[in-house]
C-alpha cells in the first residue's frame, strides 16, 4: 500500500466510528474535503462509498508542530551517529558531514513525510535548515518533497538558521528569501548559547518578521535563567510589534529551572502576547508542564523534532507515539490528563500552524485518523497502527487508499 | 496466530540470519532445544525443518528482570487509573481496588505472558504481591498461568511484600511460604519510607534468605541519601551473610543525587558485594547510568515494571521498546551505546536471572528472536514486530509457529 490519494466518489460515508466524547458509534459523511454531517446509521445513498471503521476512535488529523524533515536519512541507508554530546557539536558534526551523506535529499524527505501520513498526521511545521552553505535547497527540497505527494500531508515551513543568525552572516537576507518562496515563519536558535549575541539575533528576527509578516518559531535549548531571560525579551518584542498570536518558542529546556513565583509571572505575560510554545520530550531533556499551560490558557503543541537525521538516530514521525512520549514523561496516567497531552498533538498543534476549520464537527475539513482503540488514553498507551487516515476528505491510508 | 510452541522436527535449520558481530549472513542448526551449529549455508539434511530468517537480525531471547505480571489487566476491559501520585497513594489505591477489579487473575496474566513471549521474551523475572489479605493467591496465579502456556516463557517469581514487611505482620511467614512454593527470590520495598524501619526490614528480608537459601531483590524507591543509605546497609548485609551474586535493587531513583565521589566508592563497594541492578526507564524517573554500570562491571538489567494495572494504564511487555526507552532516556546515540543499552535486557538480564547456557554461541539453548533490522542499533530504535521467536529450540512466535 503507499498513501497516494484514491480518487474514488465525490462523497464517502465512513461508518461505525467513536469520537472520544461519543457514547455510541456514528457515521461520518464527507464530501467536497468537509465533513458533512454527523449522525448513528445515516443513509448511504447512491454514488456514495461507504467505508467501516470497525468501531474505532475517531480522532482529527494529526498535526506535527516542530520537526525537521529536510535533515531525516529516512528510507535510506543506516548512518551511524558520531556527533558529540552537546548542541554545538552536533551543529559541527552537522555542519561537517551533512553534505557528504547526501542532505538535502527529496527522495528521503518525501519518504518521510508518507511515513508521517501513514501515521495520521496530516500537517507539520517544519523546520529547515537555511544558512550560507546550503543556501535555501532546503527550502526548495521540502517544497519538491510536499508537492511530489499530491496534498496527504499539509507543509509549513519555518527558515531556521540552525547554525546561527549573527555568527553566520549572509543568513539573514536568506531568511527574508525564504519567506519571500513561502516560508511561513522564521525561526532562531539559542540567541545567547548559540549566537553569543542575544538581542543581536533577535532583533534580526523580530525585524525580518515585521518587514515581511512572517511568523517567528524559536528554538530554545539553552537552560535554567539564560533561557528564562530570553523568553521575557521575546515577549517585549512580541507585544511591541504586536505580534501576539504569531510567535512560538520550542523546547524551552529552561522551563525545567522556574520557581513557582516567576513560572506564575511569566505564564501571565505569555497569555498576553499569545506565544505558544512546543515540547517534543526528547531524551531526558525536560518537558514542558502538559496541565500548567492548559490550565493557563497557554497553546503547548508537540513535535517529533528530528527523525533519523546527524542529530540522533531515534524517531518515526509518529505523532501519536511522540503524545505517548509526552503523557508519560509528565506522569499522566488518568484518562483525563492523557487526552490533554493527545490535545498538544491534534487541536493545540492546529492552533500553532493557525489551522482553519479543524476538528470533527459539521463543517470541519475531512482530515481524520481512525485508530483501533477503545477510548483516548489506550490510543495513545497503544498508538498502534492506524486503521484509516482521510486528508481532504479522502483516503490516504488503511483500507481503501490508493495502491 | 498463538503462541503454542510447535512440534515439528527434532532438527531445525534457522538460516539467513545476522547476529550482530557477523559480518554475513549465517544458518543456525538447533536441537534438542539448543545450538547444534552455525556457519554459512548449512546443508539442511532429511527430516531437517527450514526456516527462512529473511536476512533479519539474530539475537538471544529477551530478558524482562522486572516486572510484575500478576498485577495486570492485559487483554481485559479498559480500567481508568484513579491514584493520586505518591507511591503510598498508588499502594493505598491498589489495596483498595485490586479486588474489584478481579485481582489476581489467571487470564489475565496469561494474556501479558503470551504478549510478552509474542516480542520475543524468552524469561522474566516477575515481583508478585504477597500479604496478608491476598496470600499466596499471586504466587499462585503466576505458576497457574505460566504453566499453562507449555514453556513459551521462564518464569521466576519474586515474592514482593508490595504493601510493607514491618508495617504488615504476617507477611514475613508469607514469604518462607512463598519460597517453599518455587519463589527464588524475596522482594522487599522503600525499607525506610513505606516500612519507616530500615534495618527492620532489611534483617528481616536478609534473615528468610539466609534461612531459606533464597535470592533478595529489593524495590527501592527511596529518593537521595536516604535511598543511597539504604544501598550501604544492604551491601553490609549481602557481605556478612556471604550473599555475594544473589541480591538485586530495583529502579533505586536515589543514584541521581550523587555526587562522583560517592558514586565510586559505592560502585567499587557493590562490585565486590556482587549486587545487580534493574532500571526499567519509567515516566520521567532517573535512569540508572547504562554506561558507568558497564564500565564498572555491575551487572544492570532492564525491565517493562508494571504494564496497564493499577499503578499505570503505560506499557505493552515489549522489551525491545523497553531498551529503547532506556538508550533513549540515557541520551544513547551512537550504535556502540545503544548496543550496551539492548545489553541490559539480554546478557546482563541473563546474568541476574543466573541463567545457564545462554546466548547465540554452538551449545546455547535455542532461545532466540529474529528482528527484521540492519543491526542493533535499528532494532533498538524501531522495535518493529518481531519476524520470529524461539524458545527451547521451537519457534514460538512469526512464521511457522503453532495455530
Not at 108 to 129: E, N, P, V
Not at 166 to 192: C, E, H, Q
Not at 325 to 339: G, Q, V
Not at 362 to 390: I, Q, T
Request: hydrophobic share 40%.
Amino acid at each position: 500500500m503507499t498513501s497516494n490519494i484514491t480518487s474514488i466518489t465525490s462523497e464517502l460515508l465512513l461508518r461505525n466510528v467513536r469520537r472520544p466524547a461519543d457514547t455510541g458509534l456514528v457515521d461520518i459523511r464527507i464530501a467536497d474535503g468537509r465533513i458533512l454531517s454527523i449522525g448513528r446509521q445515516q443513509p448511504a445513498g447512491p454514488d456514495v462509498t461507504s467505508i467501516d471503521g470497525g468501531g474505532g476512535l475517531l480522532l482529527p488529523g494529526l498535526v506535527d508542530s516542530h520537526c525537521h524533515v529536510d535533515k531525516t536519512f529516512w528510507g535510506g541507508p543506516w548512518v551511524a551517529h558520531t556527533a558529540g554530546p552537546s548542541v554545538a557539536e552536533r551543529i559541527a558534526d552537522e555542519r561537517e558531514r551533512r553534505f557528504k551523506v547526501g542532505y538535502p535529499s527529496v527522495e528521503r524527505t518525501t519518504a518521510l513525510l508518507k511515513q508521517m501520513s501513514l501515521c495520521g498526521t496530516t500537517h507539520i511545521r517544519t523546520h529547515t535548515d537555511v544558512d550560507p552553505d546550503v543556501g535555501l535547497r532546503g527550502i526548495e527540497t521540502v517544497q519538491a518533497a510536499a508537492g511530489s505527494l499530491g496534498g496527504i500531508i499539509d507543509v509549513q515551513q519555518v527558515a531556521f538558521p540552525q547554525q546561527g543568525l549573527v555568527s553566520r552572516p549572509g543568513t539573514a537576507s536568506l531568511l527574508k528569501d525564504a519567506v519571500k518562496m513561502g516560508a511561513k515563519a522564521i525561526g532562531g536558535v539559542d540567541p545567547a548559547g548559540l549566537d553569543r549575541d542575544p538581542l543581536g539575533q533577535l532583533d534580526a528576527i523580530f525585524d525580518i518578521a515585521d518587514s515581511t509578516g512572517c511568523e517567528v518559531d524559536i528554538h530554545l535549548h539553552d537552560p535554567g535563567e539564560l533561557g528564562v531571560w530570553q523568553i521575557w525579551r521575546i515577549i517585549e518584542r512580541t507585544r511591541s510589534l504586536g505580534m501576539e498570536g504569531k510567535v512560538s518558542i520550542g523546547h524551552a529546556f529552561c522551563w525545567a529551572a522556574m520557581s513557582p513565583e516567576i513560572e506564575s509571572s511569566l505564564l501571565d505575560a505569555l497569555a498576553k502576547a499569545g506565544i505558544t510554545f512546543t515540547t517534543a520530550a526528547v531524551f531526558s531533556r525536560p518537558v514542558l508542564p502538559v496541565r500548567t499551560f492548559n490550565n493557563r490558557g497557554i497553546t503547548l503543541g508537540c513535535g517529533n523534532d528530528g527523525v533519523r537525521d546527524l542529530w540522533s538516530p531515534y524517531g518515526n514521525g509518529d505523532m501519536l507515539e511522540r503524545a505517548m512520549f509526552l503523557a508519560y514523561r509528565s506522569d499522566l496516567r488518568k484518562d483525563e490528563d492523557i487526552e490533554v497531552a493527545l490535545n498538544c498533538a491534534t487541536y493545540n498543534g492546529a492552533k500553532i500552524l493557525r489551522l482553519e476549520d479543524y476538528g470533527m464537527d459539521e463543517g470541519c475539513k475531512a482530515d481524520l485518523v481512525v485508530v483501533p482503540a477503545r477510548n483516548v488514553a489506550e490510543a495513545v498507551v497503544m498508538h498502534p497502527a492506524r486503521s484509516l487516515v482521510f486528508k481532504n476528505g479522502k483516503v490516504v491510508a488503511g483500507a481503501g487508499a490508493g495502491n
